[in-house]
């Protein structure tokens, strides 16, 4: 398994509050990346990051926002968190050198928003 | 901008009959193409991909897929599930390997013994 630790696994939290969710690889892969899954929705783009200090948004980024100040650790923080952004987060990694184009997946945090 | 879709969120295959799940993009540019597979509470693996080459992409599990430019698709199948099959499997697109991946919203495949 390629080596990524998300943290925490599950979280519950209030409306309001903010959270912040952490990756952290050993791979030193570029590419990093925040994705949400939601039954009915497949997974989508939050943010990614294609280098230290370097980050975009995709397509369902309103109220999130990232930071990546090392290689290794990508986070995703929740100003103000609202019951729509109870989701289960994924974060992902890859280098895109050579043949290797896939993303390898984090096992995923849990967040409950109440 | 990429997208997929996968129709039937749920299907259901009797054990040791064919599995095939669909899957069908847009893409600007010649596509990379991934299918991930998702076991309850765990991340997703990738099952395989097609990026250049030959079109038949072989993976892991026994699963194949072929990429088809004319009909913009890449159909996932199996010729004989088995129960450790039941699972998410997600098909997923990205524009010439940024793996800005853009995912299909998935097909939860229930296998009947």
Known sequence: DAGITQSPRHKVTE????????????EN???????????????????YSYGVKDTDKGE??????????KTEDFLLTLESATSSQTSV????????????????FGQGTRLTVV | AQSVTQLGSHVS???????????????SVPPYLFWYVQYPNQGLQLLLKYTTGATLVKGINGFEA???????SF????????????????????DNGNNRLAFGKGNQVVVIP
Request: glycine share 6%; proline share 3%; with cysteine.
């Open chain 1, 15 to 26: 409306t309001g509050t903010p959270v912040t969710l952490r990756c952290h690889q050993t």
């Open chain 1, 29 to 47: 892969h570029r590419y990093m990346y925040w994705y949400r899954q939601d039954p009915g929705h497949g997974l989508r783009l939050i943010h």
């Open chain 1, 60 to 69: 369902v980024s309103d109220g999130y926002s990232v930071s990546r100040s």
């Open chain 1, 89 to 104: 987060y994924f974060c992902a990694i890859s280098d895109l050198t050579g043949l290797n184009t896939e993303a390898f």
């Open chain 2, 13 to 27: 295959v009797s054990e040791g009959a064919l599995v095939l799940l669909r899957c069908n993009y847009s893409s």
């Open chain 2, 66 to 72: 072929e990429f088809k430019k004319s009909e913009t």
């Open chain 2, 75 to 94: 159909h996932l199948t199996k010729p004989s599930a088995h129960m450790s099959d039941a699972a998410e499997y997600f098909c997923a697109v990205s």
